[in-house]
């Protein structure tokens, strides 16, 4: 197991320097809480979005993708409870003006050993103030009173001149799936068990800064909602715990990195709530969420919508309204979790440290990076780069000692390095240097493809 300390420092460093992710409108100062992803980090969001739908949808039966709009009809999130409900205890120091969650203050301050979650606002207010828990940036005890923050973004669209409609930025995808669910079924002729699932952008008016991409207030969600009978629902519901753990592991997780902590304070509708857990730079962190959520979504725009979301069973001719086990994981939430679990500081021989990213390498942002020897290799050099960049991301590089762009290539967690030399204009072979272990073999250029193929697959 790996002995480096990773710090969220250290991972924003490096996601600056490398490509992989920048501070939102950099140059106007940035804008709290937003990122975005440069070169190298969009290939590897990308990759990370690509290995879960091929797990979640393509390689499982019976699960459909839609891609809804992100501006829903706002009786959407009547039906939803978010426009009375979606709030955030929070409260502002008087002194340095910074707002805070207080569920967050008590957790820090009590070091994860108190739980918020089940608490009121009262109870927060009085565990902060018998407990003296002072402002985190200025050090003072002078708070306001706690009150709930509205999460949903709103915005407006115009109809007739001069009157305008309020609309939200969904603050999840899940909603989508929910409306869709007869259009999904009757047009695929689904069977009730089945799933619908979603990868889409969903915003929320977080305000808990200095924790990078972990929360903010735009990001990506993949989500997936499966109908079933209330019967199968709890089996569902476990068998889903398994499969997103088994996911984790599968993209190199270590174990000891996640664990389940099932949810002390359940909605009233849900029977059942669990999220995986992950050891990041922040603590334990919550990864995804696993919900069994009954019938309350589609009994909800049932009755909100007035069209009946009814499933009739094929066979019995039974119509009944199906339970929803809902698994959801965030994007860029599990970005940074790949991000901590990979990066590495390793002792080389000669007395120095490599920094290498220790990717899945169906994740890695390149697969292969072509470094010609010389710069004189550097025709040859472009021929094995268009060979092979019509069948992965490949990197380019002839600039510098090729120690240094070995150096470079581990920090973006690039498998494979090919180098061309003199001997390749003979005799057709390359040099390929494995990310982790650093060994080198060589190869015809006309094996290449087949053997980086075989190494990056994703089961
Ligand atoms: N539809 C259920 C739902 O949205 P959630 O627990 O609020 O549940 C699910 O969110 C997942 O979305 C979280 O486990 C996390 O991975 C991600 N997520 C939620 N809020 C986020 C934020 N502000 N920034 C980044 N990721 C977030």
Known sequence: MKETKVTMDKIVNLCKTRGLIFPGSDIYGGMGNTWDY?????????????AWWKRFVQESPNTYGVDAAILMNPRVWDASGHTQNFSDPKMDCKACKQRFRADNLIEDHSKGKVSAEAMTTEEMETYINENKIKCPH????NWTNVRQFKLMFETSRGTVDGEKDVVYLRPETAQGEYVNFLNVQRSMRAKVPFAIAQIGKAFRNEITPGNFIFRTIEFEQMELQNFCKEDTALDLYEGFKEKAKKFLLDLNFNPEHLRFHDHEKLAHY???????????????????????????????HQEYSGKSMLYTDP?????YLPNVIEYSIGADRLTLAVLTEAYDEEPLENGETRVVMHFHPALAPFKVAVLPLQKNLSEKAREVYALLSKEFMCDYDEAGSIGKRYRREDEIGTPFCVTIDFDTLEDNTVTIRDRDSMEQIR?????????????????
Not at 40 to 50: F, Q, S
Not at 450 to 456: G, T
């Open 38 to 50: 440069g070169p190298v980090g969009v290939e590897l969001k990308n990759n990370i979005k690509r």
């Open 138 to 141: 200025c050090g003072n005890f």
């Open 270 to 300: 849900a029977k059942a709530a669990c999220d995986i857990q992950f050891f990041s730079p922040l603590g334990w962190e919550e990864l995804n969420g696993i919900h069994h959520r009954s019938t309350w979504d589609l009994s909800r």
């Open 315 to 319: 066979v019995t001719n039974e119509k």
């Open 443 to 459: 190869l015809p250029i006309d094996k290449l493809k087949d053997y980086v193929a075989e190494k990056i697959k994703f089961n």
